[in-house]
C-alpha cells in the first residue's frame, strides 16, 4: 500500500520560513517524480514544485527565489524549504508522487502565513 505523509506544516509569521517533509512507502521513490501542490479556499489545487525522477525541477513562477524542493532517494522523501513566506502561500500543501498515469497523493499540511 502506497502511503504519502507529510509534515512540517503550522503557523508562520510573514517573511518566516517553514519546511514540509514527505515521507513515502510502498514505493520506490527513486522510479517517481515527485511534487507539492497546494490548494487555498476557494481554489483550485496548483502545482507549486516539482522533481523529476532525473531530477530536474520546476516551480510555481510566484515561489520562484524563496522556494527548493529537494528530494532523498535513499530516503525516500521530498521537502520543500519555503523562505519569505507571504500570506499568499497559505494553504494546505500535497505532496506527490507521479509515473505515467499513475498518481498518489499525501492527506495534506496545513500552512497558514499570518501575523
Known amino acids: 500500500q502506497v502511503q504519502l505523509v507529510e509534515s512540517g506544516g503550522g503557523l508562520v509569521q510573514p517573511g518566516g520560513s517553514l519546511r514540509l517533509s514527505c515521507a513515502a512507502s510502498g514505493l520506490i521513490s527513486s522510479y517517481y517524480g515527485m511534487g507539492w501542490y497546494r490548494q487555498a479556499p476557494g481554489k483550485q489545487r496548483e502545482l507549486v514544485a516539482v522533481?523529476?525522477?532525473?531530477?530536474?525541477?520546476n516551480y510555481l513562477d510566484s515561489v520562484k527565489g524563496r522556494f527548493t524542493i529537494s528530494r532523498d532517494n535513499a530516503k525516500s522523501t521530498v521537502s520543500l524549504q519555503m523562505n519569505s513566506l507571504k500570506p499568499e502561500d497559505t494553504a494546505v500543501y500535497y505532496c506527490?508522487?507521479?509515473?505515467?498515469?499513475?498518481?498518489?497523493w499525501g492527506q495534506g499540511t496545513q500552512v497558514t502565513v499570518s501575523s
Open positions: 506527490n508522487a507521479y509515473r505515467s498515469s499513475i498518481t498518489y
Open positions: 522533481i523529476s525522477r532525473g531530477g530536474t525541477i
